[in-house]
């Protein structure tokens, strides 16, 4: 149940066609989930949100244990620290950088999980960030969840996101004499292919 | 000072505070670095170094279809390459909506927990050497040996099974699996009972483990650690329980947590796991349904432009993929959050002002594996 499946491009046609369109799904994206009905647990979490934040945040989906808020770069530290404190999703997952080159974004996508509060401990609440992709910088959220200084910088070395604030921004996976462009961009390509 | 350069061992000016340079060969740490700093024998600075076996996992999938990512996905912890395949599935599954069997889940369940099972054997062999109780390192690398030829039995690969695939597992088990599997798992239990004698109960093990790295409920959490980490420390936090897949909402088991959140406790949450992975697969195997075992696929399966967060508890803890598809047949982008990449903060957290004979014990008691951990 993919609610994201916004363009029902017949995804066996030719390939050509189908990618411009993909590269671009959250154009439509509001205007198809909100009729979708959303399950009760995940309505008042979104509630909560709307409430604090009123338009200032896009709702991307909710499906059932997994929804996710796209979030201006101003704003990141205050809605990390109400889902934090307030909301009470307090493990980080995962960060994941996405590039897009086509609409000259970087996405960063933050996954936190919930350990303490029984009702949304089987949730996995995400938010997104779109930052410019010739100067992606973000302040980091190492104050509000300690366990991301890891993987912040796994996405700055592998997508070149600036994380302002981070005590070490340095090489984690990649050799130290590293002198092309981060790997995980798309216009970086593997040898041979 | 008297040490080979290999070693390289720096001295501050004070005189105080040397800097070691543990790994990355295989001096108890394995392919990956540790750079600790001690003042006497207490450590006061440790830094983790991974990324000597980095090969770009993330990067290749983006160049391979759904089905031809499957065999290279789980090199990166081939001893539990079940678990590290299967949010991948799963994932898979939700985006291009690929239903499957209800046998096939009961398989992947059994080989999930029969994977743990072989992964905790080899995790404990390991501690034991670690400790230096070389009998703890034989036992279970020869029982290992019996789970093995059970899995090889199913799928045909002693280790790297490329078993698990988007719609099913790729073929049924064969006719006298389940006699089998039963012998193997009552002989496995009663080796277990005599684990607890000779390495559990035993004053060595206790005395190097017990009360060494100290790990808060809140700071586990803090830290993002999971998996039997989390759970040593007092949280009873399993993706098996809490979010279940498959068929686990259907078996009848036990989540175990203890509330020290030390070396010892980090150590016995995997050994009181094994035994409920035998009851789980025990029941699984009863409660089986005959029929098909995987959906027929096209050769280039694919869905619409979406993505899918998808979590499994492998045996080093929770393991999620988040896959984003662009409606072509390849991933636009992987992204693994493996445990071992999790528990990195908390190695360092726990280092620090502990004993630099400590540090064995508490390396190995995090589960940490350096190729999981650098993809």
């Given amino acids: 149940m993919s609610s994201q499946g916004d363009q029902p491009e017949e995804g066996s046609q030719a390939k050509a066609e189908a990618k411009p369109e993909a590269a671009k799904p959250e154009a439509a994206k509001p205007v198809v989930q909100k009729p979708v009905e959303i399950p009760a647990l995940e309505?008042?979490?979104?509630?909560?949100?709307?409430?604090?934040?009123?338009?200032?945040?896009?709702?991307?989906?909710?499906?059932?244990?997994?929804?996710r808020f796209n979030v201006k770069t101003e704003d990141v530290l205050d809605f990390a620290r109400f889902l934090h404190?307030?909301?009470?999703?307090?493990?980080?997952?995962?960060?994941?950088?996405?590039?897009?080159?086509?609409?000259?974004?970087?996405e960063v996508v933050y996954h936190i999980g919930c350990c303490t509060k029984p009702e949304y401990t089987s949730s996995v609440f995400a938010f997104g960030l779109k930052l410019p992709r010739n100067d992606p910088k973000m302040p980091t959220l190492i104050p509000v969840y300690g366990g991301v200084e890891y993987h912040e910088r796994e996405t700055f070395e592998m997508l070149g996101v600036i994380f302002e604030g981070h005590p070490r921004l340095e090489r984690l996976l990649l050799p130290e004499d590293w002198a092309d462009i981060p790997p995980l961009r798309k216009d970086f390509s593997i040898k041979g292919r | 000072m008297g040490l080979p350069p290999s070693m390289q061992v720096e001295e501050s000016e004070e005189g105080r505070i040397l800097t070691i340079s543990v790994g990355p060969q295989h001096p108890g740490s394995g392919h990956f670095r540790l750079v600790v700093k001690v003042d006497g024998d207490i450590i006061v600075d440790a830094d983790p170094d991974p990324g000597y076996v980095h090969r770009g996992e993330e990067k290749m999938c983006e160049y391979?279809?759904?089905?031809?990512?499957?065999?290279?996905?789980e090199r990166p912890m081939i001893a539990d390459s079940c678990g590290i395949l299967y949010p991948f599935c799963l994932g898979v599954e939700e985006?291009?909506?690929?239903?499957?069997?209800?046998?096939?889940k009961y398989i992947r369940v059994i080989m999930a927990e029969l994977n743990r099972c072989i992964f905790e054997l080899y995790w404990l062999g390991i501690y034991g050497?670690?400790?230096?109780?070389s009998t703890m390192f034989m036992?279970?690398?020869?029982?290992?040996?019996?789970?093995?030829?059970?899995?090889?039995?199913?799928?045909?690969?002693?280790?790297?099974?490329?078993y698990f695939v988007p719609g099913g597992v790729r073929n049924d088990l064969p006719e006298n699996f389940k006699e089998r599997a039963f012998r193997q798992l009552d002989y496995f239990k009663h080796r277990l009972d005599q684990y607890k004698d000779i390495f559990?109960?035993?004053?060595?093990?206790?005395?190097?483990?017990?009360?060494?790295?100290?790990?808060?409920?809140?700071?586990?959490?803090n830290l993002g650690v999971t998996g039997p980490v989390l759970r040593a420390s007092g949280v009873k936090h399993d993706i098996r329980k809490i979010e279940p897949y498959d068929v686990y909402d259907q078996l009848d088991f036990e989540v175990y947590s203890m509330n020290t959140g030390d070396s010892y406790a980090r150590a016995y949450v995997p050994l009181l796991e094994m035994y409920e992975s035998i009851n789980i697969i025990k029941q699984a195997l009863e409660k089986m349904p005959s029929g098909s075992v995987r959906t027929k696929l096209g050769p280039n399966p694919r869905g619409p432009a979406g993505e899918s967060f998808k979590r499994v508890e492998a045996g080093r803890g929770e393991l999620a993929y988040y896959l984003v598809s662009d409606g072509t047949a390849k991933p636009y982008r992987v992204k693994m959050s493996v445990p071992s990449f999790r528990q990195i903060p908390a190695m360092s957290y726990l280092l620090k002002g502990s004993k630099l004979a400590d540090m064995p014990a508490i390396y190995w008691s995090l589960n940490y594996w350096p190729v999981e951990a650098d993809r």
């Fill in chain 2, 139 to 162: 036992w279970p690398m020869g029982d290992r040996e019996l789970l093995i030829d059970l899995a090889e039995a199913a799928t045909g690969a002693r280790v790297t099974h490329a």
């Fill in chain 1, 43 to 67: 309505k008042g979490i979104i509630e909560k949100f709307t409430g604090r934040f009123g338009d200032k945040i896009k709702l991307v989906y909710a499906k059932p244990k997994r929804i």
């Fill in chain 1, 85 to 106: 404190d307030e909301v009470g999703f307090d493990q980080p997952i995962s960060v994941a950088g996405v590039d897009y080159p086509k609409e000259n974004i970087i």
């Fill in chain 2, 64 to 73: 391979r279809n759904y089905i031809q990512n499957i065999p290279h996905l």
């Fill in chain 2, 200 to 221: 559990y109960n035993n004053p060595l093990f206790l005395d190097r483990t017990k009360g060494v790295g100290v790990l808060s409920a809140q700071d586990a959490i």
């Fill in chain 2, 95 to 104: 985006i291009a909506n690929i239903p499957v069997p209800e046998r096939a």
């Fill in chain 2, 129 to 133: 050497i670690f400790l230096g109780h």
